[in-house]
């Protein structure tokens, strides 16, 4: 090894500086059994503090993908629930739209029946009254003497007027004890004319004969005994109402007797009835509490007419002689009530009674009296009509879509009335069914949310492909980028490294478009480029560290070149390694010269004593090395010896 010895300042520039000065180097070619070098500057420290950052910011990648993601699905929740509440809330509106048009249809059309039925019966009495009173006269007779002549054809037009199916109508005239013989013979005597009028009229009645009908006919006026299940001669005392023509002309369903001489009064709801009938000499309709069909008990109203001695209304003198009742069925008159045949199905019809009641069956003398609540609930469903039950039956869900208008109001002055009786007010409540929703139910719920999910899933899966697509990308560019910068790193040291990518970055910056002006010949302008400074720092303190093999030149003249690669190769990376260990920067390596420095580009107060340490390490390795390598390159490789030489600056 030699000794250091002076030498003028030398500089990698041109100058005058008395002190050595480092700047860019041009990068070696020689990578030793694969391995890139690393530069001495280079530390595990830094290293790991770059793959704790990259670790770190990959995270923050990871975690803004996530909340992307994220925000994407709330995104599709949001607007999935979004559409499928519009679009039920359209169908629910259009639904409740549809049923206020049904309700305000039943409300109307049951009103229009209902005075037309209230008109019809009061024209009707007024044509008996009227008719009777000539009749009557002619014959020198007077009331309750007396029967209403083509009674089923009138009874039968009555009806169809009033736009009620089967109704049962009922003719009584009133009868005091001192008419009660006379009237009981006048009534066996029509009877037969009756009968056979009514078989005329009416058609078939199951094969019945009018003989059949009179052999069914009590002679005299009866009451209904319950309690023993037996009929009875009325009392001799009071007035009585026996039934004398009904329409249409059937047997009791109880009991295989007609009707006829039936006193009404028997029946403690008919007889209150009648007693309001006669105070307010106007119409009355019960509550609900008599049973027309007994297979279905569905619910019906008595409508009770009255009939004067004279059809003058104004005459205030004119007395009551009789009446017409008619046992309205509601669930026939909810039949046909829509106007338009294919209108929905559904519709539940409250109808309610102001009055209270203790009802019994008109037309069952055997069933005892019970107590009813004043509701019956039917659904209508198109041209048909279901009874429902005694009670408020419709669903509690529909509360806020109820309908409620007065359907039977008579105007009666309460005044009248006598104490303890009561005239009822009907009012109709009309509400949907599940039946009529599940009309207006339709997909368009599921469809149109699928859509929106649809779209926003191509949406989630266009931006997943896209984002591996970047990564893909990205991963290339960094691989490229983390070899460019490895290339570098076996050039420079780190700090001039960052230099570099720092002073190219600020003029990335400050590049202007002025600048970007092209030539003639469509080349930029580099003049700027040239008269920016140099990147070069001062280092006063430094130990140069020149190495080549003695011997070299012989040796590689007999070898191969693939040789002469394997013998360097290895000398070299053996120099890399203490190099790397003591902090020498190597500098380049020319030939079979490899040059270094200590004390730079990190300054060290003992660069001095660092370049010797290397040559005696450097020498040692040297001779391991080509003993080892005698073998493979030949007898005289261990002959090559390691020529070092040191310049030190202060």
């Known amino acids: 090894m030699k000794g250091h010895r002076q030498r003028p300042p030398v500089t990698t520039k041109s100058g005058t500086s008395h002190q050595l000065e480092f700047g860019t180097m041009q990068p070696s070619s020689n990578s030793i059994n694969g391995e890139e070098p690393v530069p001495p500057s280079s530390s595990p420290r830094q290293a790991g503090k770059s793959s704790t950052v990259a670790a770190r910011e990959e995270k923050n990648v990871f975690r803004a993908k996530l909340l992307v993601a994220l925000i994407l699905l709330v995104a599709v929740c949001v607007v999935a629930t979004f559409t499928y509440l519009l679009v039920d809330s359209q169908e629910r509106s259009n639904f409740e739209s549809q049923f206020n048009g049904y309700a305000s249809e039943v409300v109307s059309v049951s009103r229009e029946r209902t005075s037309q039925l209230f008109n019809a019966l009061d024209a009707f009495s007024v044509s008996v009254s009227s008719q009777a009173a000539g009749e009557l006269q002619l014959r020198n007779a007077s009331w309750p003497l007396y029967r209403i002549p083509d009674w089923s054809v009138r009874a039968q037009r009555l009806t169809e007027l009033t736009g009620v199916d089967d109704p049962f109508l009922t003719f009584a005239p009133i009868v005091g004890q001192d008419d009660?013989?006379?009237?009981?013979?006048?009534?066996?005597?029509?009877?037969?004319?009756?009968?056979?009028?009514?078989?005329?009229?009416?058609?078939?009645?199951?094969?019945?004969?009018?003989?059949?009908?009179?052999?069914?006919?009590?002679?005299?006026?009866?009451?209904?005994?319950?309690?023993?299940?037996?009929?009875?001669?009325?009392p001799e005392n009071g007035e009585m109402i026996p039934s004398f023509q009904q329409y249409p002309l059937e047997f009791f369903p109880s009991v295989p007797i007609m009707p006829m001489n039936y006193n009404l009064l028997s029946q403690k709801e008919t007889a209150n009835v009648f007693t309001i009938t006669q105070a307010i000499m106007g119409p009355t309709i019960t509550s609900f509490s008599i049973r027309v069909d007994l297979n279905t008990q569905a619910s019906g109203s008595q409508i009770m007419q009255p009939i004067y001695d004279r059809a003058d209304t104004s005459d205030e003198d004119r007395k009551m002689v009789g009446i017409i009742t008619m046992q309205l069925h509601w669930l026939d008159y909810f039949k046909n009530l829509f106007l338009e045949e294919n209108s929905d199905d559904g519709i539940v019809v409250v109808l309610k009674s102001s009055c209270p009641t203790h009802g019994n069956s008109t037309l069952d003398v055997t069933e005892q009296p019970t107590s009813h609540d004043m509701i019956v609930t039917y659904q209508i469903d198109g041209s048909n009509a279901i009874f429902l039950g005694e009670e408020d039956l419709h669903d509690p869900k529909y509360d806020s879509l109820e309908v409620a208008e007065t359907f039977i109001d008579l105007?009666?002055?309460?005044?009248?009335?006598?104490?303890?009786?009561?005239?009822?007010?009907?009012?109709?409540?009309?509400?949907?069914?599940?039946?009529?929703?599940?009309?207006?139910?339709?997909?368009?719920?599921?469809?149109?949310?699928?859509?929106?999910?649809?779209?926003?899933?191509?949406?989630?899966?266009?931006?997943?492909?896209?984002?591996?697509?970047?990564?893909?990308?990205?991963?290339?560019?960094?691989?490229?980028?983390?070899?460019?910068?490895?290339?570098?790193?076996?050039?420079?040291?780190?700090?001039?490294?960052?230099?570099?990518?720092?002073?190219?970055?600020?003029?990335?910056?400050?590049?202007?478009?002025?600048?970007?002006?092209?030539?003639?010949?469509?080349?930029?302008?580099?003049?700027?480029?040239?008269?920016?400074?140099?990147?070069?720092?001062?280092?006063?303190?430094?130990?140069?560290?020149?190495?080549?093999?003695?011997?070299?030149?012989?040796?590689?003249?007999?070898?191969?070149?693939?040789?002469?690669?394997?013998?360097?190769?290895?000398?070299?990376?053996?120099?890399?390694?203490?190099?790397?260990?003591?902090?020498?920067?190597?500098?380049?390596?020319?030939?079979?010269?490899?040059?270094?420095?200590?004390?730079?580009?990190?300054?060290?107060?003992?660069?001095?004593?660092?370049a010797c340490m290397f040559a005696r390490e450097a020498l040692k390795k040297m001779k391991d090395t080509t003993h080892q390598m005698e073998v493979s390159l030949g007898p005289d490789t261990a002959a090559l010896d390691l020529r070092i030489g040191i310049h030190r600056y202060v």
């Open 411 to 610: 105007g009666i002055d309460e005044s009248k009335v006598p104490q303890g009786l009561c005239v009822p007010t009907l009012t109709l409540h009309v509400y949907p069914s599940e039946k009529l929703e599940e009309k207006f139910e339709t997909s368009n719920r599921i469809i149109y949310t699928s859509v929106v999910v649809t779209i926003f899933a191509f949406t989630v899966l266009v931006f997943l492909l896209y984002d591996f697509v970047v990564a893909r990308l990205q991963t290339k560019v960094m691989d490229r980028i983390n070899k460019q910068d490895m290339i570098v790193a076996n050039v420079f040291p780190s700090a001039i490294r960052d230099r570099l990518y720092k002073a190219q970055g600020n003029a990335l910056q400050q590049s202007q478009p002025a600048d970007k002006t092209m030539n003639g010949r469509g080349f930029k302008n580099k003049s700027s480029d040239m008269e920016s400074a140099p990147l070069a720092d001062l280092f006063p303190n430094t130990s140069i560290i020149f190495a080549d093999i003695a011997g070299f030149t012989a040796w590689s003249s007999a070898r191969e070149p693939q040789q002469v690669f394997i013998l360097l190769e290895n000398i070299y990376d053996a120099l890399d390694k203490i190099a790397q260990r003591l902090a020498i920067f190597k500098v380049e390596t020319v030939g079979d010269c490899y040059v270094g420095a200590a004390g730079l580009p990190d300054p060290m107060d003992n660069h001095a004593v660092v």
């Open 180 to 234: 009660r013989k006379a009237w009981e013979e006048f009534a066996n005597d029509a009877y037969p004319i009756l009968y056979q009028d009514a078989i005329a009229k009416e058609g078939d009645k199951g094969g019945a004969t009018a003989k059949e009908f009179l052999d069914k006919t009590i002679p005299f006026i009866f009451n209904a005994d319950v309690e023993n299940y037996d009929l009875v001669p009325s």
